[in-house]
C-alpha cells in the first residue's frame, strides 16, 4: 500500500538533545512537507522541499534542520536551540505544482522535558 | 501573507443534523483548498479538494463550496452521524506550493 509513514509515534527527550523524526513516503511524490502542530493550533510550516537536494524554510523553521537526499525521505532533527519542542509533528507529500492533494503520515508526537 | 479562518472553533449537534463549517482566507490568489478530518492524535485525512477554477466538490455526505472572489469555503455535512466527530481543517494552495491552514472546527455529533 503507497502512503506516508513516520517513526517513532512517541518520542521521549531531554532537554539539550537533538533528535531526529524520520518520514518517508512510496507514493513517488516529488514535494516532501513539514509541519508542526500544537494544541487547539492549527499546522504551521517548518520546512519543505519540492525536489531533491533543495528544500526551503518554512514560516517557524528557526531550530530545526533537514536534508532531502532521496526522493522517498525526507528527515526532521529537532536540535536543542528550538526552545519549544513539545509538540506534534506532521509529514506530508504531494505531486508538486500545487494542484494536487496533500497527503499526510500519522505523525509523532515529541515530548522534551 | 494569507491568513486562513475557520469559525466556528467548536460544534455540537444532535446526530442527524445537517450542519456547515466555513473556511475563509485573505488572498484570493490560490490554486485550490483542501479539507481535510483529523481525529484525536492522528494524521490529517483529505475528504475533499477543489480546484480553483470550481466551485464545488461532492463526496457522500460532504459537499464543499468554494468562492474565491469572496475568499470563502463552506463545507457541508449531510445526516450528521457520532462517527463524523473530528476535527475538520481547510487549506489553501499558494505560490511555491506551499500550503496554508486553519486552526479547524472540533466537530462533536452527539448521538
Known amino acids: 500500500d503507497g502512503g506516508i509513514t513516520q517513526s517513532p509515534k512517541y518520542l521521549f527527550r531531554k532537554e539539550g538533545q537533538n533528535v531526529t523524526l524520520s518520514c518517508e513516503q512510496n507514493?513517488?511524490?516529488?514535494?516532501m512537507y513539514w509541519y508542526r502542530q500544537d494544541p487547539g493550533q492549527g499546522l504551521r510550516l517548518i520546512y519543505y522541499?519540492?525536489?531533491?537536494?533543495d528544500f526551503q524554510k518554512g514560516d517557524i523553521a528557526e531550530g530545526y534542520s533537514v536534508s532531502r537526499e532521496k526522493k522517498e525521505s525526507f528527515p526532521l532533527t529537532v536540535t536543542s536551540a528550538q526552545k519549544n519542542p513539545t509538540a506534534f509533528y506532521l509529514c506530508?507529500?504531494?505531486w508538486g505544482a500545487g494542484r494536487t492533494e496533500q497527503y499526510f503520515g500519522p505523525g509523532t508526537r515529541l515530548t522534551v522535558t | 501573507k494569507q491568513e486562513v479562518t475557520q469559525i466556528p472553533a467548536a460544534l455540537s449537534v444532535p446526530e442527524g443534523e445537517n450542519l456547515v463549517l466555513n473556511c475563509s482566507f485573505t488572498?484570493?490568489?490560490?490554486?485550490?483548498l483542501q479539507w481535510f478530518r483529523q481525529d484525536p492524535g492522528k494524521g490529517l485525512t483529505s475528504l475533499l479538494l477543489?480546484?480553483?477554477?470550481?466551485r464545488e466538490q461532492t463526496s457522500g455526505r460532504l459537499n464543499a463550496s468554494l468562492d474565491k472572489s469572496s475568499g470563502r469555503s463552506t463545507l457541508y455535512i449531510a445526516a450528521s452521524q457520532p462517527g463524523d466527530s473530528a476535527t475538520y481543517l481547510c487549506?489553501?494552495?499558494?505560490?511555491?506550493?506551499?500550503?496554508?491552514f486553519g486552526s479547524g472546527t472540533k466537530l462533536n455529533v452527539k448521538p
Open positions: 488572498d484570493s490568489a490560490i490554486y485550490n
Open positions: 506530508a507529500s504531494t
Open positions: 522541499s519540492q525536489i531533491v537536494n
Open positions: 487549506a489553501v494552495t499558494g505560490n511555491f506550493n506551499k500550503f496554508y
Open positions: 507514493l513517488n511524490h516529488d514535494a
Open positions: 477543489i480546484q480553483s477554477s470550481q
